[in-house]
């Protein structure tokens, strides 16, 4: 194997590595957030990471926290819910990135499921300066998807991570 194969597999594989260390932290929301693990929750986002969904702001990894620990947030899980976060596509630029997916929010209620919420969620992300293989999260932007510009502005994104 020459040099120029081997650093071109070992960027491709750090590509992989950083993607599915994205996609993983992506889909750990879902169940932490739904298990009421409000430090856990918090420690996804950078210290001054924001969560902005439907112009409710956090704008720190204590706000997220906060929430989880909400007396609304605690009603919500201990009645049976799923927040359950699709397939996100992502684009890693350098050490940051932005990752695109939609959301829904299934609720239980007199014994059955219902969806509650569909979103569009845009997320930035930035790799750790304390460790070079963890990602956490700059900004996240959620939306009801109601029909408006804004939610589907914020899937626009998308088609920009898929693109190699």
Not at 26 to 46: K, Q, T
Not at 57 to 75: G, I
Not at 99 to 122: I, M, P, T
């Amino acid at each position: 194997m020459t040099e120029d194969r081997l650093a071109a597999l070992e960027i491709r594989l750090a590509r992989i590595e950083d993607e599915l260390a994205i996609t993983r932290l992506m889909a750990s929301y879902g169940p932490l957030v739904d298990a009421g693990d409000a430090s856990a929750v918090a420690a996804l986002w950078a210290v001054d990471g924001q969560y902005d969904v439907e112009g409710w702001q956090m704008r720190s990894r204590a706000d997220v926290d906060a929430m989880v620990r909400s007396e609304a947030h605690q009603h919500l899980i201990n009645g049976g819910c799923s927040h359950f976060l699709g397939p996100a596509h992502i684009r890693i630029d350098g050490d940051e990135a932005i990752a695109v997916c939609e959301s829904l929010l299934v609720r239980h209620r007199d014994g059955a499921f219902s969806v509650r919420r569909a979103g569009a969620n845009q997320v930035r992300l930035r790799r750790s300066v304390a460790d070079r293989t963890r990602w956490e999260i700059v900004h996240r932007t959620t939306r009801a998807l109601t029909g408006s510009t804004e939610a589907r502005d914020l899937l626009v994104g998308a088609s920009e991570a898929a693109r190699p």
